[in-house]
């Protein structure tokens, strides 16, 4: 069997591996885009209709509806909340602090919060919200 043997360049080209290339970045970018830094702790944030990004940190306070009050992953009373922050700041090195509450918490916790921040030199607040929806 003889094959025909040719110097001329290809004029087709083929797409499907270029197809498989832009589908795994796709998918890639698609997966990973998911990975949000959140706490652990589930909450009721309040709506806003001009929600805007703000930068990522990992100086989190997480007050829920029963009155618990979680830095990072770990719950604190109120009281011990400065000292928290103190050590939270020394690792992370980072002056926003990104203040989740849940809806129904009083305007007060937070309040406490941004007290106790501001006593350990912390100039910056995010207070978290979701995007309201139409």
Request: proline share 4%; no cysteine; aromatic share 6%.
């Amino acid at each position: 069997m003889k094959f025909k043997t040719s110097k001329e360049p290809l004029s087709i080209f083929a797409y499907s591996s270029l197809t498989d290339i832009v589908m795994l970045l796709l998918i890639f970018f698609l997966l990973t885009s998911q990975f949000v830094i959140q706490t652990g702790v589930k909450v009721k944030l309040p709506g806003s209709k001009t929600n805007e990004q703000s930068e990522p940190s990992r100086l989190i306070v997480t007050l829920t509806q029963g009155g618990a009050v979680y830095a990072g992953k770990d719950e604190v009373s109120i009281d011990l909340l400065p000292s928290k922050l103190t050590e939270m700041k020394s690792v992370i090195n980072d002056d926003n602090l990104i203040i989740r509450a849940d809806k129904s918490v009083p305007i007060e916790m937070v309040i406490k919060v941004i007290d106790a921040a501001k006593l350990v030199e912390i100039t910056k607040f995010t207070i978290e919200t979701e995007k309201e929806k139409l």
